[in-house]
Antibody, heavy 120, light 110 residues
Framework: QVQLVESGGGVVQPGTSLRLSCGASGFTFSTYAMYWVRQAPGKGLEWVAAISHDGNTKHYADSVRGRFAVSRDNSKNTLYLQMNSLRAEGTTVYYC?????????????WGQGTLVTVSS | QSALTQPASVSGSPGQSITISCTGTSSDIGAYNFVSWYQQHPGKAPKLMIYDVSYRASGVSNRFSGSKSGKTASLTISGLQAEDEAVYHCCSYRSDNALEFGGGTKLTVL
């Protein structure tokens, strides 16, 4: 069955960096676009980044463009999110998600999320 | 503030039907059929319920249906059940290769 497992979250100070990973299994990872979505406690969902199946095309939300970088290693079935210059935005859960139908900007499977806390 | 506008809360009794609206612009809902709905129970990851405006995701009950008119998408749940109590998020592709979510609607089953 399809599984997405995020890791790499933690507590960091403003201005520092963190890299999240998302391990995928149960499907042909290299044929699916992948996404990162985040959510502050009690708040709505916010799209963060998108990457095409081959990693050649990437898109970012305005709020993270220039600070975050999405990448993937299809040989390792793993998606990454490099987060630099983190802002003191409190606690946020970061989810990775798979594109429904391969490339549709809709998400048919989500990971369980990894918690990132940026605080001084 | 979210780009797509949803009511903060809706409620209904078991067996009743409810509709959650999601209003966008001519650059998102009004322009594309990449409209999806997600159900989220407390402490859980979101779950895809509806994609491409009106298609039910695999395994989703036919009590859930989606539609769109102009810049407004809607999710209707018929025959409300206690397990439907959750937060529902709408989502739409936007013209500049971006994605917009609504603020989420908390459904209470009375």
């Amino acid at each position: 069955q399809v599984q997405l497992v995020e890791s790499g979250g933690g507590v960091v100070q403003p201005g520092t960096s963190l890299r999240l990973s998302c391990g995928a299994s149960g499907f042909t990872f290299s044929t699916y676009a992948m996404y990162w979505v985040r959510q502050a406690p009690g708040k709505g969902l916010e799209w963060v980044a998108a990457i095409s199946h081959d990693g050649n095309t990437k898109h970012y939300a305005d709020s993270v463009r220039g600070r975050f970088a999405v990448s993937r290693d299809n040989s390792k079935n793993t998606l990454y999110l490099q987060m630099n210059s983190l802002r003191a935005e409190g606690t946020t859960v970061y989810y990775c998600a798979r594109a429904q139908g391969g490339s549709s900007w809709q998400f048919d499977y989500w990971g369980q999320g990894t918690l990132v806390t940026v605080s001084s | 503030q979210s780009a797509l506008t949803q009511p903060a809360s809706v409620s209904g009794s078991p067996g009743q039907s409810i509709t959650i609206s999601c209003t966008g612009t001519s650059s998102d809902i009004g322009a594309y059929n990449f409209v999806s709905w997600y159900q989220q129970h407390p402490g859980k990851a979101p779950k895809l319920m509806i994609y491409d405006v009106s298609y039910r995701a695999s395994g989703v009950s036919n009590r859930f249906s989606g539609s769109k008119s102009g810049k407004t998408a809607s999710l209707t749940i018929s025959g409300l059940q206690a397990e439907d109590e959750a937060v529902y998020h709408c989502c739409s592709y936007r013209s500049d290769n971006a994605l917009e979510f609504g603020g989420g609607t908390k459904l209470t089953v009375l």
